[in-house]
């Protein structure tokens, strides 16, 4: 026959697995406490090294880092002030005025980067790496700006060459007007429209200038188309004389009138020497003169021509 358990019996093996659960239970506890309580511990430790570690950094480079500062804002100042002087000297003397803000924007970078590598050599950067990273840094830079740099190119090769000056009439890249300055990556024009244009250096001193104020004479021409049958020769006089009434022709070269006929129309041109400054008044002056003589006599409309 089967033997069964009594409930006392039964009640004792449930009491004594309960301590066995609460022994397992207790013991994990104490193990997760105990784990946890030392991996508090380390990060306190790492928190505390950490704000040591900070601490003895400001320690040593908290005062180098503060006179860097001091020492870079001193430099900017004092490379300004000498850069306003400078300036100064170059006016008083008379020095071009297209050079002057090439020049002062050239020494100004140079002693801001000189005054940089001062800065870094006091905080205590070792200058062999830092010169390393430097050259490796202009390389990538050069490459990725080499248009901009063939504009500081192009800007050195304007100035030795010296193509034009502050205040010449230039035309050049599909563009003309007055000179206003050549600066370190452009050269400034202003229109006689009063526009200003910035034409980049690089492909001014590669391409082609016509500069009208560099001589001290220039001829003008204009150019009359007629219908044939008209008198040619006694036009040509009369225009002649036009020319000559006006004090600012140029009596050397010789002013003449030249005649070219064609199968469709006859063609007078007028070439006269002026100077360089009176070129655009006189153009106007005669072209309205000539104009009124051809109307007055009842000659046919002519287009006239620069």
Not at 90 to 98: A, C, I, L, N
Not at 109 to 120: A, G, T
Not at 123 to 133: E, H, N, Q, W
Not at 220 to 249: C, P
Request: hydrophobic share 45%; charged share 15%; aromatic share 6%.
């Amino acid at each position: 026959m089967l033997q069964t358990e009594t409930p006392s019996a039964t009640a004792e093996k449930l009491a004594e697995h309960a301590d066995k659960v609460a022994t397992n239970v207790e013991s994990v506890t104490t193990a997760a406490t105990q784990s946890t309580v030392e991996t508090v511990k380390q990060s306190i430790d790492m928190i505390q090294q950490l704000q040591q570690k900070g601490i003895n950094l400001l320690l040593d480079y908290g005062p180098k880092i503060i006179v860097a500062i001091l020492l870079l804002w001193l430099g900017f100042k004092l490379t300004n002030f000498l850069c306003k002087r400078i300036k100064k000297i170059m006016v008083k003397r008379e020095v071009d005025s297209s050079l002057v803000p090439f020049i002062i924007q050239v020494i100004s970078i140079v002693l801001k980067i000189l005054i940089i590598l001062s800065v870094i050599s006091v905080i205590g950067i070792p200058m062999t790496s830092f010169i390393a990273l430097l050259g490796a840094m202009g390389l990538a830079i050069g490459m990725a700006f080499s248009g901009t740099l063939s504009n500081i190119a192009g800007g050195v090769v304007l100035l030795v060459l010296r193509p034009f000056k502050s205040g010449d009439y230039i035309s050049a890249q599909g563009t003309e007007g007055t000179v206003k300055s050549v600066q370190i990556f452009t050269t400034v024009l202003i229109t006689p429209d009063n526009k200003t244009i910035s034409i980049p250096n690089g492909p001014l001193s590669s391409g082609t200038i016509t500069n009208y104020s560099l001589l001290e004479t220039r001829r003008l021409d204009i150019n009359i188309k007629l219908a044939h049958g008209v008198n040619a020769s006694l036009i040509a006089n009369d225009i002649l004389n036009i020319i000559n009434q006006d004090q600012r022709v140029l009596r050397e070269p010789e002013p003449v009138v030249l005649t070219q006929i064609t199968e469709s129309s006859l063609t007078l041109s007028s070439r006269v020497w002026v100077k360089t400054e009176n070129y655009w008044d006189l153009h106007t002056i005669l072209s309205k003169n000539i104009y009124q003589y051809l109307f007055d006599n009842k000659i046919d409309v002519p287009i006239v021509k620069m």
